[in-house]
């Protein structure tokens, strides 16, 4: 009897252990800013936090409608307001989507069947990428040694939704030929583009 006593005791010591080192694990992949080339931001899961703490990003419900976006909200105030949509045309209908950036520098989302429902689609890759949320809001893929805002591969700044922050532009970019505006929603519940 002592003998199962003790046993019990140890498997239940090793899993509280066990469950701290996962739960630091989820705390730390939730408050970082960057991440890199094929890590996850699973749904319900995990987020990724500005630096500064003024913005998250992550798998996020509209309104009242159950289907899943990955967006960016404010961080620091109650009621939660989405500033910027990935996959605002094409929205998963589970919570078991995943947000990866790949190898190459283009960001996508992944259905539960690993299927790509969005992609960043970035023209260019670089050796070491990475996905930062700035704290301007603008989420960006660029190389792990470059920040200079003009060797970003991506950002969502110039694919604004129907919030425009500051520091981010609108109209014709006559360098790259990238026209940007903002397009409303459907509805409260629908952040689709109504054009």
């Known amino acids: 009897m002592e003998g199962c006593s003790s046993t ?7 899993f509280c252990i066990l469950f701290f080192f996962v739960s630091i694990n989820s705390i730390v992949a939730a408050a970082a ?12 899961r995990s987020t990724i936090v500005s630096s500064g703490g003024h913005f998250e990003l992550g798998f996020v419900s509209v309104g009242s409608s159950t289907n899943r ?40 989302i992944l259905d539960a069947s690993d299927h790509v429902v969005w ?3 970035s023209s260019t890759s670089v050796k070491r990428p990475v996905l930062q949320l700035l704290d301007s809001g603008n989420l960006v893929v660029r190389d792990e040694t470059d920040s200079a805002p003009d060797n970003y591969l991506w950002q969502s700044f110039d694919f604004p939704g129907n919030t425009h922050l ?24 629908d952040p689709s583009s109504i054009w």
């Open 69 to 108: 976006y990955v967006g960016i909200w404010y961080r620091k105030i109650s009621v939660k307001t989405v500033v910027w949509i990935a996959n605002r045309e094409t929205p998963l209908n589970t919570t078991s989507g995943l947000l990866q950036l790949s190898s190459n520098g283009s960001l996508v």
């Open 33 to 44: 800013d960057i991440i890199k080339a094929n890590q996850i931001v699973r749904d319900g």
């Open 119 to 121: 992609s960043s689609n």
């Open 8 to 14: 019990a005791v140890m498997i239940t010591l090793l």
């Open 166 to 189: 500051p520091g981010a532009k609108l109209g014709w970019n006559l360098k790259t030929g990238l026209e940007r505006y903002l397009t409303s929603w459907k509805s409260d519940d």
